[in-house]
């Protein structure tokens, strides 16, 4: 079993930044990546970003340029640094863990991000 604790997230002004971390324990020797999902209102989740431990880094094109994944110096952790951030990307956000079979291994709580125009 894996846990992931989020922190992060709140309410800010278009053009602000936020910082997201996510913290794994338990059975972290079972993680092969973590990243971050994002949930809008009416919307479907969408991947944001995410980490391989073989380096490997993934974006998606809405963020790509504003966002940045890094894994800490603290094995199992992970944060998204969010910059210039736009209404659009109000959501909950969700970290993940994945095997290396690609599997979720399981999700946080999710933490809210709220940008107003």
């Known amino acids: 079993q894996v846990q992931l604790v989020e922190s992060g997230g709140g309410s800010v002004q278009a053009g602000d930044s936020l910082r997201l971390s996510c913290a794994a324990s338990?059975?972290?020797?079972?993680?092969?990546?973590m990243g971050w999902f994002r949930q809008a209102p009416g919307k479907e989740r969408e991947l944001v970003a995410r980490?391989?431990?073989?380096?490997?880094?993934y974006y998606a094109d809405s963020v790509r340029g504003r966002f940045a994944i890094s894994r800490a110096k603290v094995k199992y952790e992970v944060s998204l640094q969010m910059n210039n951030l736009k209404p659009e990307d109000t959501g909950v956000y969700y970290c993940?863990?994945?095997?290396?079979?690609?599997?979720?291994?399981?999700w946080g709580q999710g933490t809210q991000v709220t940008v107003s125009s």
């Open positions: 993940t863990a994945q095997d290396p079979s690609g599997r979720y291994i399981n």
């Open positions: 338990g059975r972290t020797s079972l993680i092969y990546a």
């Open positions: 980490k391989r431990w073989s380096g490997d880094t």
